[in-house]
C-alpha cells in the first residue's frame, strides 16, 4: 500500500492528476484516485463496494463505541487520583471541543482539498486527541458514499473531461494536414 493511502484524508496529494496507473493497467489517460478501504472500487461501485462501506460504517462506529470506554476508564482514573473536579471538567471539555473540532475538519475533508496543507498538519495533534469526531465523521459518511467519494469523483470527471479534449484536439497526423497555398 502506498504513503499516501496510510495518511489523513486531508493530507493526500492533492489534484486529480494522471498519478501512478495500478498494477497491470495499460489505460491511457487519468486514472481514479484511491480512497483508503475502498482502493478504486468507488469508481464503478464494484467489487464489494457495498460490503466495503457497510464495514466502515460498522468499523468506525465500533471503533468509535469502544474509544468512548477507553475515555471513560481514564475519567476514572481521574476520579480514583483524586484531582478534583474542576480538573475532571477541563478534561472532559478537552475531548468534547477536540472531537467537535476533529469531526468539522473530517467532514470538510470530504467535501474539499484543504487550502492549506500546512494548516492541517498543524491541526493533526488535536484531532489526534479528538479521534472520537473523527470516526463519528467516518461513520455518517459511509451511509451515504465512500469518505471522500464525491470529491474525488468530481476531480477525475474533470480530469477525464479535459483528457478528452486534448485528446480530440490532436487527431489525426499533423504531418497529413494540408498547408495553405502562398501567394
Not at 469531526?103 to 498538519?121: H, I, L, S, V
Request: glycine share 12%; aromatic share 10%; net charge positive.
Amino acid at each position: 500500500m502506498s504513503e499516501n493511502s496510510e495518511n489523513s484524508e486531508n493530507s493526500e496529494t492533492p489534484g486529480p492528476g494522471p498519478g501512478p496507473k495500478p498494477a497491470g493497467s495499460t489505460a491511457a489517460g487519468p486514472q481514479p484516485e484511491p480512497i483508503r478501504f475502498f482502493g478504486t472500487t468507488w469508481v464503478g461501485h464494484d467489487g464489494g463496494y457495498g460490503l466495503r462501506r457497510a464495514g466502515v460504517a460498522v468499523g468506525s462506529l465500533a471503533a468509535a463505541v469502544a474509544a468512548c470506554f477507553v475515555l471513560r476508564f481514564a475519567y476514572q482514573g481521574l476520579e480514583i487520583a483524586d484531582v478534583g473536579s474542576f480538573v475532571g471538567l477541563l478534561v472532559v471539555l478537552m475531548f468534547a471541543i477536540c472531537s467537535a473540532i476533529a469531526f468539522r475538519k473530517t467532514w470538510e475533508g470530504f467535501g474539499r482539498r484543504p487550502a492549506d496543507p500546512a494548516r492541517e498538519d498543524n491541526l493533526r495533534g488535536l484531532k489526534s486527541i479528538g479521534f472520537v469526531g473523527s470516526l463519528l465523521a467516518y461513520f455518517f459518511r459511509a451511509l451515504t458514499e465512500a469518505p471522500g467519494e464525491k470529491l474525488r469523483r468530481t476531480e477525475y470527471e474533470a480530469a477525464l473531461a479535459q483528457y478528452a479534449k486534448r485528446r480530440s484536439a490532436r487527431t489525426g497526423n499533423p504531418a497529413a494536414r494540408k498547408r495553405p497555398k502562398r501567394k
